[in-house]
């Protein structure tokens, strides 16, 4: 029998914050932020997060944040909705690594997208292929921030705590069950 998936995603939870769940379900980070995929209320987000021993807060344009406590999830969301550019606090805040905020606040923030295209198109040598993003929007990948480089060690360290983690429940499907 095929293992039960690791982390079962609701309907409207984007394929890519799964991998932000489980890096703050893992304690690596403290918080993540995504969009919804699809209409549900907030009683069922409610719901899903308190399973999780998560807090959440959602915002007009179906912008959600979640954290472990809610005076952060509060905070996050004040500086999302502060104006002028917030990458570098936001960053910090959603437990990026510190040379990755760097990388970010210089490229600024309208041409991440394109940024985190040309790095993950670049070589990334040995152990550091975890630390690519280019399937991050389909749920596959490791981290879920642009890494400064692919050669960043505090993204793989990143990643690799992700990957012994999955493997590990895998082999146990056991342990695995909500
Ligand atoms: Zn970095």
């Known amino acids: 029998m095929a293992p039960k998936a690791m982390t079962h995603r609701p309907?409207?939870?984007?394929?890519?914050?799964?991998?932000?769940?489980?890096?703050?379900?893992l304690g690596i980070r403290p918080a993540f932020r995504t969009e919804t995929n699809a209409p549900v209320?907030?009683?069922?987000?409610?719901?899903w997060a308190r399973r999780r021993s998560l807090y959440f807060c959602r915002d007009a344009q179906d912008f959600v944040v979640f954290a472990k406590t809610p005076l952060l999830v509060r905070y996050i969301m004040t500086i999302d909705r502060?104006?002028?550019?917030?990458?570098?606090?936001?960053?910090?805040?959603?437990?990026?690594?510190?040379?990755?905020?760097?990388?970010?606040?210089?490229?600024?923030?309208?041409?991440?997208?394109?940024?985190?295209?040309?790095?993950?198109?670049?070589?990334?040598?040995?152990?550091?292929?975890?630390?690519?993003?280019?399937?991050?929007?389909?749920?596959?990948?490791?981290?879920?921030?642009?890494?400064?480089?692919?050669?960043c060690r505090a993204s793989l360290v990143m990643a690799t705590k992700v990957s012994e983690r999955h493997r590990t429940v895998s082999a146990r499907p056991w342990a695995a069950r909500n």
């Open 11 to 25: 309907h409207w939870l984007k394929p890519s914050a799964v991998v932000d769940l489980r890096l703050v379900e």
């Open 41 to 47: 209320n907030d009683a069922d987000i409610g719901r």
């Open 82 to 151: 502060s104006p002028g550019d917030h990458v570098a606090r936001l960053g910090h805040w959603l437990g990026y690594p510190a040379c990755c905020i760097r990388s970010a606040r210089r490229i600024t923030e309208s041409n991440l997208d394109l940024w985190s295209e040309r790095v993950a198109a670049r070589r990334h040598i040995g152990n550091y292929a975890c630390t690519k993003t280019g399937g991050y929007r389909a749920g596959r990948a490791m981290i879920s921030h642009i890494p400064c480089s692919p050669h």
